[in-house]
């Protein structure tokens, strides 16, 4: 099999195809239909003609967090806070971006009046996360506080366009600070459609981190060190993904957050818990069939991802045909449909 560098899933993209903005309606976004010999321009909304009566669509239903921040230290130099997880009632683990940083013990006085405290690095004492005490529940203090947090190549400030649309119409479990970007495209006319030809669904959860965005910096993917995100799969879902294989239906996940899930839990057995699964060509799928994603950024992980799961050839050449056509990339663009590749 060959050796895959990171510099493989490299491409040129022009800047004016990274969209800035949401599709005027979710469904309306483009469709690459990407399971045969030859791609297929669709639009969205024309998903639930492209799965049968019995196909099992998997969702993450985790919910973004107005995760971002802003603040000062007692010297006045302000800083940004990324809040990565909640861990306690009041603590927190969050990324900071600071001209200096301070010492453990530094009160920070955050934008809307509460103060963060420093109890020092995450997950240990060279962790490359920060540990805070805020002086009150953390979610209630970013609901009233915080900003959508968009991701880096979204060049605008957060506004109350991105508090409804950087979040699927199906959130229910706060916790992610990027939003399962392959899910925004569905709306409640897509997902009756879906219902009524007879596709059932389930849900999973995923807390996206901001890893999701970090680059791979090293060329030899074995010495990559993934991100650990926390995931879920219910009993419900265990359930449903049962009776879609005894029906002969196929396990469809809607984004590469509920590939990672499932396929973690394949693995491992557990439920629930952390994984830092990286999932690189040559790895074995056992569950998921289909996979919808949206367009991911050169050098990424996703891009290993979907990769791993279509065919490399065949996932760079439809990137081609997106360039081409004219697609729109990354979070708030359009979407792809894909296959598992035969072993």
């Known amino acids: 099999m060959r050796h895959f560098s990171t510099s493989d899933f490299d491409f040129e993209l022009p800047p004016e195809l990274i969209a800035q903005h949401p599709a005027p309606e979710r469904s309306a976004s483009r469709l690459?239909?990407?399971?045969?010999p030859d791609p297929i321009d669709r639009i969205f909304r024309e998903l639930p003609t492209l799965l049968d009566p019995g196909d099992l669509l998997v969702f993450n239903d985790t919910q973004v967090l107005k995760a971002r921040l802003f603040g000062e230290k007692p010297s006045g130099g302000k800083l940004e806070l990324l809040v990565e997880r909640v861990i306690g009632e009041r603590e927190v683990v969050a990324h900071m971006k600071v001209s200096k940083k301070p010492p453990v013990g530094t009160r920070l006085s955050m934008?809307?009046?509460?103060?963060?405290?420093?109890?020092?690095?995450?997950?240990?004492?060279?962790?490359?996360?920060?540990?805070l005490a805020f002086d009150d529940e953390p979610h209630a203090l970013m609901a009233r506080h915080g900003h959508v947090p968009l991701p880096p190549y979204i060049e605008h400030a957060d506004s109350a366009e991105d508090e409804t649309r950087y979040q699927t119409v199906f959130a229910r479990r706060p916790g992610a600070v990027a939003a399962p970007t392959a899910a925004l495209h569905f709306d409640d006319a897509v997902l009756g459609a879906l219902a009524a030809r007879g596709i059932e669904r389930a849900a999973v959860t995923l807390h996206v981190g901001a890893g999701t965005f970090q680059p791979v910096k090293t060329e030899d993917?074995?010495?990559?060190?993934?991100?650990?995100?926390?995931y879920e799969v219910p009993e419900a879902t265990q359930q449903a993904i049962d009776r879609a294989r005894a029906r002969g239906g196929r396990i469809v996940a809607v984004g590469t957050t509920t590939v990672r899930t499932l396929e973690s839990w394949a693995r491992s057995g557990a439920a629930s818990g952390d994984t830092d699964i990286f999932i690189t060509p040559g790895f074995?799928?056992?569950?998921?069939?289909?996979?919808?994603?949206?367009?991911?950024l050169p050098r990424s992980t996703l891009m290993m991802l979907i990769s791993a799961f279509a065919g490399y050839e065949p996932v760079m050449a439809l990137y081609r045909h997106a360039i081409a056509q004219r697609y729109r990339f990354f979070s708030y663009g359009d979407a792809m449909l894909l296959a598992r590749a035969s072993s």
Do not use: C, I, K
């Open 111 to 131: 934008q809307g009046g509460f103060t963060a405290t420093l109890l020092g690095r995450w997950p240990d004492d060279d962790g490359p996360l920060f540990r």
């Open 284 to 296: 074995e799928f056992r569950l998921v069939d289909l996979m919808l994603t949206n367009f991911h």
């Open 32 to 36: 690459l239909d990407g399971r045969g």
């Open 221 to 230: 993917l074995a010495a990559h060190r993934m991100h650990s995100e926390w």
